[in-house]
């Protein structure tokens, strides 16, 4: 096809851009597309993942940058694993995992079920319940320190008034045996909201027509909800399970502003662990290997309960 | 007639329901109705006991919000004659003046340029690989996309040194520059997986159509996809505001002086004589009510949104 230069002028007027690319394949424009993403994650994300890796290898400190950096082989994951402290930490994630996980299943899977009866006003209330969920845990986790107060607090006033003890009998912070409790709670007002949400989501996907058929069978209201709710919302819970899992095991900001670990370090999570490491005592090849150890955790338990999630999808 | 469904709840069930569910949320409302009172109150009343549920509200938390103040004695309280505002007026009778400006309005506004600045770029580099995953066939897409997803699974601390020591040979550590790049890269998986979703609820058919009638990729990409997108870009561009503007740990480990946002700046506030708890709940209330109203306006996609798409209701 001819062209005339009038013509070509006419089509490389605006918009500027397109007539540029006009030529491209839509190969190209894909490549085109993708790829600032991909290098800024490769940049932000996976360069420095690789840098870890390779420094958990060596003694460097980065608060002493002439120091003579010593390839170390192994001896910073041996230490790690074998050191007492850590395993504590490990301990107190776990504990700090589990129980935020079961309460807020049970009361997120109730609270769905509650929504599903359809009561009037039912979406304005769902969207108060949410409201926690999307605040910064940081903000909120240092006014709970407030709310936690002996006497002056108003969740201890609350408690006292509620189990007639005296409010400034306790502290939720201070005390060892309550500490791990007073992080599981924040947690759990915070994120049942969102095991909530997906829950009500599960429950609204199962058509009617089951539950039906179910009546015509005269299946009492008892077995639907055992063979008819649980199965066909489980998916969605353990889909639920796994964001919250994850988001926990990272569990960061919301703990550091409530206890910071204490009292002692008895609250002290892995990340809050690996962050007094890395940057109080500067052991930067200590705290990689500490972290490599802990995004391959993560990575680990995630994949083997993806496997899991997606086997209870097929049925 | 009137129909009889088996799978509709009695009137009596949805009122137990109905009651329950309240109950759960004035509970849970509580401590964020705390936060809100206690900026309105005067640093007396707010550690009160019992506490106190009524209570004459005051601006001083505001204003020591917003301010730095000293203590100085009587004698020279009195040599500096009346005050000549109101909020000096208010600090007065506590018996301190104001020095000067605080840090807030400052940590605030770098909240506000790194929030909308990485919102910006991570919705137009997401918008374009969501739309190239969506209708191209890009080589290792499922791999690319997994990839993507991954890089949210790391924990925060754990890429913070290599970045910490990247940012500083570079020049980026505690500059705004640096810390969007960051929330890009972080916000990323969110604004792709989830504007793939939307992009790939738009038919394909418009498109065709388009280039049947001369558009060029680019031109139907953007004269007929994006204004289709619209409403899937402006929940996207929300998410990513609102975990920009929460984000704590990077914020804590990276900056400090110059580019610092609100989060770790609020706990920090302290008053002339200990924690200010009336500042803090300023501060927290400044900081909460914006997400609060978009919680509200966000409130149909929000499942689709803190789930990276995985479910749609």
């Known amino acids: 096809m001819l062209q005339s230069p009038i013509d070509r002028i006419a089509s490389a007027t605006p918009p500027a851009v397109a007539a540029r690319v006009k030529g491209l394949s839509d190969r190209a424009i894909a490549w085109l597309f993708v790829a600032p993403s991909i290098v800024l994650l490769l940049a932000i994300n996976i360069f420095p993942l690789i840098w870890t890796i390779r420094l958990s290898f060596t003694n460097f400190r980065v608060n002493r940058p002439n120091a003579q950096v010593e390839f170390v082989g192994l001896r910073n994951y041996i230490n790690i694993l074998t050191d007492s402290d850590i395993w504590l930490s490990m301990q107190a994630t776990a504990h700090f995992l589990i129980w935020t996980i079961v309460l807020q299943v049970l009361i997120g899977f109730s609270l769905a079920y509650l929504i599903n009866k359809k009561f009037r006003g039912n979406d304005l209330w769902t969207t108060i319940i949410v409201l926690p969920m999307m605040l910064s845990p940081a903000v909120v986790g240092n006014f709970w320190t407030f709310l936690y107060q002996p006497q002056i607090g108003l969740f201890n006033y609350v408690v006292g008034f509620l189990t007639g003890s005296d409010p400034s009998s306790f502290s939720m912070i201070a005390n060892t045996s309550l500490a791990p409790w007073a992080i599981i709670i924040v947690d759990t007002w915070m994120w049942t909201p969102f095991v909530m949400l997906i829950c009500l989501a599960g429950l609204r996907s199962i058509p009617p027509s089951i539950y039906e058929a179910a009546e015509c069978d005269r299946a009492s209201k008892w077995r639907q909800f055992w063979t008819i709710t649980i199965p066909m919302v489980l998916p969605f819970l353990m889909l639920a399970v796994l964001f919250r899992g994850i988001e926990n095991f990272k569990m960061f900001d919301l703990v550091v502003q409530l206890t910071g670990g204490g009292p002692g370090s008895i609250t002290e999570l892995t990340s809050i662990n690996l962050k007094r490491a890395a940057f109080e005592q500067w052991r930067t090849g200590y705290a990689s290997a500490y972290a490599v150890i802990l995004f391959v955790t993560v990575f680990g338990l995630a994949s083997i309960y993806v496997k899991a999630l997606n086997k209870v999808k097929q049925r | ?313």
Request: aromatic share 12%; proline share 6%.
């Open chain 2, 1 to 313: 007639m009137s129909t009889y469904s088996v799978t509709e709840p009695s009137g009596r069930q949805k009122w137990f329901a109905g009651i329950l569910v309240v109950l759960y949320a004035v509970i849970t409302l509580l401590p964020l109705l705390w936060i809100i009172g206690t900026g309105f109150k005067s640093p007396a009343d707010a550690i009160a006991y019992p506490p106190k549920m009524i209570f004459e509200p005051t601006v001083e938390g505001y204003v020591n919000l917003f301010t730095t103040r000293t203590r100085v004695p009587e004698e020279q309280l009195k040599e500096l004659g009346e005050p000549t505002t109101w909020y000096d007026k208010l600090v007065r009778k506590d018996g301190v003046i104001i020095t000067g400006a605080s840090r807030f309005a400052e940590r605030f506004t770098n909240s506000v340029i790194i929030g909308f600045g990485s919102t910006v770029l991570c919705i137009v580099l997401g918008t374009a690989a969501a739309y190239a995953f969506s209708r191209f066939k890009v080589p290792l897409k499922d791999d690319l996309l997994f990839f993507i997803l991954s890089t949210r699974m790391m924990p925060p601390i754990a890429v913070a040194i290599p970045i910490f020591l990247m940012f500083r040979s570079l020049g980026l550590s505690d500059t705004h520059a640096g810390m969007i790049l960051l929330y890009t890269a972080v916000n990323l998986s969110l604004s792709v997986w989830l504007l793939k979703g939307f992009i790939d609820e738009i038919p394909v058919e418009y498109e065709e159509a388009a280039l049947i009638d001369g558009y060029t990729r680019f031109q139907a990409f953007y004269k007929v996809v994006l204004p289709q997108a619209v409403t899937g870009i402006a929940s996207t561009a929300i998410f990513c505001l609102i975990f920009a503007w929460n984000e704590y740990a990077f914020a804590v480990l990276l900056t400090s002086g110059n580019a610092q946002t609100a989060p770790p700046f609020i706990p920090t506030i302290i008053g002339v004589s200990g924690q200010d708890w009336p500042a803090v709940a300023a501060g927290a209330t400044i900081f909460l009510v914006p997400v609060m109203v978009f919680t509200i306006l966000l409130r149909k996609h929000l499942l689709r949104g803190i789930t990276f798409g995985a479910v749609r209701k």
